[in-house]
Protein backbone atom coordinates (compact mmCIF):
# COMPACT_ATOMS: atom_id res chain seq x y z
CA UNK A 1 0.00 0.00 0.00
CA UNK A 2 1.49 3.77 -0.70
CA UNK A 3 1.65 5.69 2.24
CA UNK A 4 1.00 9.47 2.59
CA UNK A 5 1.61 11.75 0.25
CA UNK A 6 2.70 15.19 0.36
CA UNK A 7 3.07 18.00 -2.27
CA UNK A 8 5.28 20.04 -2.96
CA UNK A 9 8.28 18.93 -0.49
CA UNK A 10 9.53 22.26 -0.51
CA UNK A 11 8.39 25.65 -0.76
CA UNK A 12 9.69 29.44 -0.63
CA UNK A 13 6.98 32.24 -0.61
CA UNK A 14 7.70 35.75 0.60
CA UNK A 15 5.51 37.20 3.48
CA UNK A 16 2.17 38.26 1.87
CA UNK A 17 1.48 35.77 -0.65
CA UNK A 18 -0.86 32.79 -0.14
CA UNK A 19 0.41 29.12 -0.43
CA UNK A 20 -1.84 25.96 -0.96
CA UNK A 21 -0.34 22.35 0.58
CA UNK A 22 -1.48 18.86 -0.56
CA UNK A 23 -1.97 15.77 0.99
CA UNK A 24 -3.19 12.27 -0.44
CA UNK A 25 -3.74 9.64 2.41
CA UNK A 26 -3.51 5.95 2.50
CA UNK A 27 -5.78 4.23 0.54
CA UNK A 28 -8.85 3.65 2.29
CA UNK A 29 -8.43 6.01 4.77
CA UNK A 30 -10.79 8.96 5.57
CA UNK A 31 -9.54 10.92 8.02
CA UNK A 32 -6.88 13.22 7.72
CA UNK A 33 -4.92 15.33 10.36
CA UNK A 34 -2.62 18.67 9.42
CA UNK A 35 0.49 19.53 11.87
CA UNK A 36 2.71 22.36 12.01
CA UNK A 37 5.97 21.38 13.35
CA UNK A 38 8.60 24.55 14.48
CA UNK A 39 11.49 24.29 16.62
CA UNK A 40 10.54 26.25 19.01
CA UNK A 41 6.57 24.91 19.58
CA UNK A 42 7.15 21.14 18.48
CA UNK A 43 4.19 19.36 16.63
CA UNK A 44 0.97 21.46 16.53
CA UNK A 45 -2.75 19.97 15.58
CA UNK A 46 -4.22 22.35 13.04
CA UNK A 47 -7.11 20.62 11.99
CA UNK A 48 -8.89 17.34 10.77
CA UNK A 49 -10.98 16.84 8.04
CA UNK A 50 -13.22 13.35 7.70
CA UNK A 51 -15.65 12.32 5.20
CA UNK A 52 -15.14 15.99 3.51
CA UNK A 53 -15.92 18.07 6.78
CA UNK A 54 -13.63 19.75 9.06
CA UNK A 55 -14.24 17.66 12.42
CA UNK A 56 -11.77 19.38 15.06
CA UNK A 57 -9.36 22.89 14.49
CA UNK A 58 -6.46 23.88 16.81
CA UNK A 59 -5.52 26.98 18.00
CA UNK A 60 -4.52 28.60 14.69
CA UNK A 61 -5.42 31.97 13.38
CA UNK A 62 -8.04 31.87 10.76
CA UNK A 63 -5.75 32.32 8.17
CA UNK A 64 -4.99 28.97 8.05
CA UNK A 65 -7.89 26.30 6.39
CA UNK A 66 -8.25 23.40 4.76
CA UNK A 67 -10.37 21.05 2.96
CA UNK A 68 -11.13 17.60 1.75
CA UNK A 69 -12.50 16.25 -1.19
CA UNK A 70 -14.78 13.23 -1.76
CA UNK A 71 -11.55 10.91 -2.33
CA UNK A 72 -10.09 11.95 1.39
CA UNK A 73 -7.25 13.60 -0.37
CA UNK A 74 -6.87 16.81 1.46
CA UNK A 75 -5.65 20.38 0.81
CA UNK A 76 -4.50 23.13 3.44
CA UNK A 77 -4.34 27.25 2.78
CA UNK A 78 -2.37 29.79 4.65
CA UNK A 79 -3.09 33.15 3.31
CA UNK A 80 -1.52 36.39 3.94
CA UNK A 81 1.46 34.47 5.35
CA UNK A 82 4.17 35.53 7.80
CA UNK A 83 7.80 35.02 8.90
CA UNK A 84 6.64 32.84 11.91
CA UNK A 85 4.70 30.37 9.46
CA UNK A 86 8.07 29.02 8.34
CA UNK A 87 7.93 25.14 9.46
CA UNK A 88 7.54 21.66 8.36
CA UNK A 89 3.85 21.07 7.47
CA UNK A 90 3.03 17.57 8.36
CA UNK A 91 -0.37 15.32 7.18
CA UNK A 92 -1.67 12.52 8.71
CA UNK A 93 -4.59 9.51 7.35
CA UNK A 94 -5.84 7.11 9.60
CA UNK A 95 -8.58 5.07 9.04
CA UNK A 96 -11.31 7.06 10.91
CA UNK A 97 -9.36 8.99 13.11
CA UNK A 98 -9.74 8.29 17.45
CA UNK A 99 -8.50 5.69 18.59
CA UNK A 100 -6.66 4.67 15.61
CA UNK A 101 -2.94 4.76 14.44
CA UNK A 102 -2.31 8.19 12.54
CA UNK A 103 0.46 7.73 9.77
CA UNK A 104 2.26 10.69 8.64
CA UNK A 105 3.54 12.10 5.29
CA UNK A 106 6.94 12.94 4.75
CA UNK A 107 6.20 16.91 5.50
CA UNK A 108 6.26 20.11 3.11
CA UNK A 109 8.94 22.55 4.30
CA UNK A 110 7.97 26.19 3.94
CA UNK A 111 10.11 29.03 4.11
CA UNK A 112 8.60 32.24 4.06
CA UNK A 113 11.01 35.27 3.68
CA UNK B 1 -0.54 24.38 28.16
CA UNK B 2 1.63 21.96 27.63
CA UNK B 3 -1.24 18.77 28.07
CA UNK B 4 1.85 15.93 26.90
CA UNK B 5 5.16 16.54 28.32
CA UNK B 6 8.25 14.82 28.15
CA UNK B 7 11.07 16.67 30.24
CA UNK B 8 14.38 14.37 29.01
CA UNK B 9 15.10 16.24 25.62
CA UNK B 10 18.07 13.68 25.24
CA UNK B 11 18.86 10.12 26.14
CA UNK B 12 22.15 8.46 25.85
CA UNK B 13 22.12 4.44 25.77
CA UNK B 14 24.87 2.05 24.86
CA UNK B 15 24.24 -0.63 22.21
CA UNK B 16 22.55 -3.62 23.52
CA UNK B 17 21.44 -1.80 26.51
CA UNK B 18 17.30 -1.06 27.12
CA UNK B 19 16.59 2.60 26.45
CA UNK B 20 13.26 3.91 28.56
CA UNK B 21 11.50 7.14 27.20
CA UNK B 22 8.86 8.87 29.60
CA UNK B 23 6.26 10.83 28.95
CA UNK B 24 3.94 12.54 31.16
CA UNK B 25 0.15 13.59 30.50
CA UNK B 26 -2.44 15.85 32.41
CA UNK B 27 -5.53 15.58 30.74
CA UNK B 28 -7.41 12.70 32.06
CA UNK B 29 -9.65 12.23 28.60
CA UNK B 30 -6.86 11.33 26.98
CA UNK B 31 -7.70 7.45 26.03
CA UNK B 32 -5.05 6.46 23.54
CA UNK B 33 -1.39 7.30 23.71
CA UNK B 34 0.81 6.55 20.46
CA UNK B 35 4.77 6.82 20.51
CA UNK B 36 6.48 8.25 17.16
CA UNK B 37 9.68 8.04 15.93
CA UNK B 38 11.10 11.14 13.77
CA UNK B 39 14.02 11.91 11.78
CA UNK B 40 14.82 15.67 10.37
CA UNK B 41 12.93 17.21 7.65
CA UNK B 42 10.71 13.38 7.97
CA UNK B 43 7.56 13.02 8.97
CA UNK B 44 7.03 10.84 12.33
CA UNK B 45 7.23 7.15 12.00
CA UNK B 46 4.65 5.05 14.16
CA UNK B 47 6.09 2.58 16.36
CA UNK B 48 3.64 1.00 18.86
CA UNK B 49 0.36 2.82 20.79
CA UNK B 50 -1.81 1.65 23.98
CA UNK B 51 -5.08 2.11 24.82
CA UNK B 52 -6.31 3.31 28.17
CA UNK B 53 -7.78 0.11 28.83
CA UNK B 54 -4.62 -1.56 29.29
CA UNK B 55 -1.46 -1.55 30.74
CA UNK B 56 1.04 -2.87 28.62
CA UNK B 57 1.64 -3.17 24.48
CA UNK B 58 4.83 -5.10 23.16
CA UNK B 59 5.80 -5.11 19.55
CA UNK B 60 9.09 -6.63 19.29
CA UNK B 61 11.77 -4.78 20.57
CA UNK B 62 9.22 -2.24 21.62
CA UNK B 63 7.26 -2.51 24.83
CA UNK B 64 4.89 0.79 26.43
CA UNK B 65 3.59 0.76 30.24
CA UNK B 66 0.61 2.91 30.78
CA UNK B 67 0.35 4.10 34.38
CA UNK B 68 -3.41 5.90 34.23
CA UNK B 69 -3.03 6.44 38.38
CA UNK B 70 0.16 8.62 37.30
CA UNK B 71 -0.86 9.65 33.81
CA UNK B 72 2.79 8.29 32.67
CA UNK B 73 3.52 6.22 29.82
CA UNK B 74 7.21 5.05 29.13
CA UNK B 75 8.27 3.33 26.16
CA UNK B 76 10.79 0.68 26.43
CA UNK B 77 13.45 -0.32 23.49
CA UNK B 78 15.57 -3.54 24.27
CA UNK B 79 17.94 -4.37 23.29
CA UNK B 80 18.83 -0.73 21.84
CA UNK B 81 20.43 -0.45 18.19
CA UNK B 82 22.64 2.59 16.67
CA UNK B 83 19.84 2.35 14.11
CA UNK B 84 17.24 3.52 16.69
CA UNK B 85 18.94 7.33 16.95
CA UNK B 86 16.11 9.22 16.52
CA UNK B 87 13.62 11.34 17.80
CA UNK B 88 11.25 10.19 19.93
CA UNK B 89 7.83 11.93 20.55
CA UNK B 90 5.00 10.88 22.61
CA UNK B 91 1.31 11.85 21.44
CA UNK B 92 -2.26 11.37 23.33
CA UNK B 93 -5.61 12.03 22.06
CA UNK B 94 -9.36 11.81 23.60
CA UNK B 95 -12.02 9.89 22.65
CA UNK B 96 -14.39 12.80 21.55
CA UNK B 97 -11.63 14.30 19.79
CA UNK B 98 -11.19 12.32 16.70
CA UNK B 99 -8.25 12.53 14.68
CA UNK B 100 -6.05 15.31 17.19
CA UNK B 101 -2.89 14.28 18.63
CA UNK B 102 -1.40 16.30 21.23
CA UNK B 103 1.96 15.72 21.15
CA UNK B 104 5.22 16.15 23.70
CA UNK B 105 8.08 18.14 22.87
CA UNK B 106 10.47 14.84 21.74
CA UNK B 107 13.38 13.28 23.26
CA UNK B 108 16.45 12.53 21.77
CA UNK B 109 17.91 9.07 21.52
CA UNK B 110 21.54 8.54 21.08
CA UNK B 111 22.91 4.97 21.00
CA UNK B 112 26.39 4.66 20.84
CA UNK B 113 27.81 0.97 19.55
Known amino acids: KAGVTQT???LIKTRGQQVTLSCSPISGHRSVSWYQQTPGQGLQFLFEYFSETQRNKGNFPGRFSG????NSRSEMNVSTLELGDS???LCASSLTGGSNEQFFGPGTRLTVL | D???KQN???LSVQEGRISILNCD???SMFDYFLWYKKYPAEGPTFLISISSIKDKNED???TVFLNKSAKHL???IVPSQPGDSAVYFCAASARNQGGKLIFGQGTELSVKP
Do not use: D
Open chain 1, 8 to 10: PRY
Open chain 1, 67 to 70: RQFS
Open chain 1, 87 to 89: ALY
Open chain 2, 2 to 4: QQV
Open chain 2, 8 to 10: SPS
Open chain 2, 25 to 27: YTN
Open chain 2, 60 to 62: GRF
Open chain 2, 74 to 76: SLH
